[in-house]
């Protein structure tokens, strides 16, 4: 079962716009994490929000966290070609293991 | 760190055929796990080790699958009399012990069954 649900599905942009992705969950949450994925690659471990924490930053990546809410965004700022990626929020709970939701597919065209 | 590095890449396989795929994990760590991924969905959690202790298991996964860790450190997946719709990327991660260790994956095996 997946915990996590994106939103959009997908998301398409131009270089140098921001790009916004949201995530909603159903239970409560230990920490919440945000992962991209290239075509036919594995997943790479971008952020990680503990539940007592709102707000992270990384380089051009922030992420917000609403426990009120069972939400999460993430916020990819000043887009590059390269960002073109899935992108996942996963959840983990209690002592069960990472659950991931269905992704965002991010376009950015040059 | 080599990263953690899976085997084979891609597999085609007749159905009702055995196949096995390998999983290395970074030195390190301790923790292994195995995700299954279909087109379009996000990583399925399959099962996970704790050095070579295997301490969940997926509801999906049935029999048919098995994993060993046998010395707590590469691991190996084996899908018996394989279906059509076990077609999929199996995707194996390793971590560090403790809540909040963020997930190290491999590229997957694709596996394709016809």
């Known amino acids: 079962s997946q915990q996590g649900e994106e939103d959009p599905q997908a998301l398409s942009i131009q270089e140098g716009e921001n790009a916004t992705m949201n995530c909603s969950y159903k239970t409560s949450i230990n920490n919440l994490q945000w992962y991209r994925q290239n075509s036919g690659r594995g997943l790479v471990h971008l952020i990680l929000i503990r539940s007592n924490e709102r707000e992270k930053h990384s380089g051009r990546l922030r992420v917000t966290l609403d426990t009120s809410k069972k939400s999460s965004s993430l916020l990819i700022t000043a887009s590059r070609a390269a960002d073109t990626a899935s992108y996942f929020c996963a959840t983990e709970s209690g002592y069960s293991t990472l659950t991931f939701g269905k992704g965002t597919m991010l376009l950015v065209s040059p | 760190d080599t990263g953690v590095s899976q085997d084979p890449r891609h597999k085609i396989t007749k159905r009702g055929q055995n196949v096995t795929f390998r999983c290395d994990p970074i030195s390190e760590h301790n923790r292994l796990y195995w995700y299954r991924q279909t087109l379009g969905q996000g990583p399925e959690f399959l099962t996970y080790f704790q050095n070579e202790a295997q301490l969940e298991k997926s509801r999906l996964l049935s029999d048919r699958f098995s994993a060993e860790r046998p010395k707590g450190s590469f691991s190996t997946l084996e899908i018996q009399r394989t279906e059509q719709g076990d077609s999929a990327m199996y995707l194996c991660?390793?971590?560090?012990?403790?809540?909040?260790?963020?997930?190290?994956f491999g590229n997957g095996t694709r596996l394709t069954v016809t």
């Open positions: 991660a390793s971590s560090l012990a403790g809540v909040a260790s963020p997930l190290h």
